[in-house]
């Protein structure tokens, strides 16, 4: 079975200042995907972005980026320029596509708190 | 409008009670899901649907039942709700046979069973 492990439960981090988030996942597939959401004290889920596995080079979107070792089986979050509105749980999360599965599963969150 | 849309969004309910928690959504997606999330534990997949001939057990469906009611509708059932499934449960979509296309939740049903 496929699983996401979130090493770090709390984080915290400067205004301005950037932090990195760790997952790892585990999984025999070769294709699949990886989303970072974020969760805000409203509870929405927000997808922040996604990486293809078959694709080597990192997403980003504006301040977030990704470093994905498909080998290590690593995704880590990075947040540049933190701002206090990034305060919010963050979930890593994977998607297999073979075998007809398509279970989406999650890690168990990093709580991000930006401090002024 | 938003295109998730969960009902209740707060239910308080009694031990032993019946409880049906209602998802419907406006994207066209096929695939729907069921997660309860629980402090420290992350989202955890209670039943998902392909279709509505196509119903799947996650890894938490012990003491839950689901219905899909048609495409756009997908309903979780507590037969008799116990104090432990106290948590926030989210219902999410997705597109069809594109692995990649992420998941949109609802905003979420905080069910507390006292």
């Known amino acids: 079975a496929q699983t996401v492990t979130q090493s770090q439960p709390e984080m915290s981090v400067q205004e301005a200042e950037t932090v990195t988030l760790s997952c790892t996942y585990d999984?025999?597939?070769?294709?699949?995907?990886l989303f970072w959401y974020k969760q805000p004290p409203s509870r929405q889920m927000i997808l922040v972005i996604r990486?293809?596995?078959?694709?080597?080079q990192n997403a980003t979107e504006n301040r977030f980026s990704v470093n994905f070792q498909k080998a290590a089986k690593s995704f880590s979050l990075k947040i540049s320029d933190s701002q206090l509105g990034d305060t919010a749980m963050y979930f890593c999360?994977?998607?297999?596509?073979?075998?007809?599965?398509?279970?989406?599963?999650f890690g168990k969150g990093t709580k991000l708190t930006v401090n002024p | 409008d938003a295109d998730v849309t969960q009902t209740p969004r707060n239910r308080i309910t009694k031990t032993g009670k019946r409880i049906m928690l209602e998802c419907s959504q406006t994207?066209?997606?096929?695939?729907m899901y069921w997660y309860r999330q629980d402090p420290g534990l992350g989202l955890r997949l209670i039943y998902y649907?392909?279709?509505?001939?196509?119903?799947n057990k996650g890894e938490i469906s012990d003491g839950y039942s689901v219905s899909r009611q048609a495409q756009a509708k997908f309903s979780l059932s507590l037969e008799s709700a116990i104090p432990n499934q106290t948590a926030l449960y989210f219902c999410?979509?997705?597109?069809?046979?594109?692995?990649?296309?992420?998941?949109?939740f609802g905003q979420g049903t905080r069910l507390t069973v006292v």
């Open positions: 999984t025999s597939e070769n294709n699949y995907y």
């Open positions: 649907s392909f279709d509505v001939k196509d119903i």
């Open positions: 999360a994977f998607i297999d596509t073979q075998g007809g599965s398509e279970k989406l599963v």
């Open positions: 990486q293809e596995a078959y694709k080597q």
């Open positions: 994207k066209g997606h096929d695939r």
């Open positions: 999410a979509t997705r597109a069809t046979g594109q692995g990649g296309t992420e998941a949109f």
